[in-house]
């Protein structure tokens, strides 16, 4: 449990004017503001969520 995959997903394009479901998917990262990093743990509907806005962030740290 200690050594948890986590992936960097840092806000590179804003979610102003694109879909609304886009939009809570960004929220859902934990992502407030542009070029905010977080750090999220790699698990199935985080990916899917990365996946959904993946022309609004960056990610790091992916194997």
């Known amino acids: 449990m200690a050594n948890k ?3 960097k ?3 590179v394009r804003s979610p102003i004017r ?3 479901k ?3 998917c960004v929220q859902g ?4 503001r542009m070029h905010q990093t977080v ?6 509907s985080v990916r ?11 990610v790091e740290g992916e194997a």
């Open 5 to 7: 995959k986590m992936l």
């Open 9 to 11: 997903v840092t806000l």
């Open 18 to 20: 694109q879909n609304p």
């Open 22 to 24: 886009h939009k809570l």
């Open 29 to 32: 990262l934990g992502l407030k």
């Open 39 to 44: 750090e999220v743990e790699d698990t199935p």
């Open 48 to 58: 899917g969520m990365i996946n959904k806005v993946n022309y609004l962030v960056r």
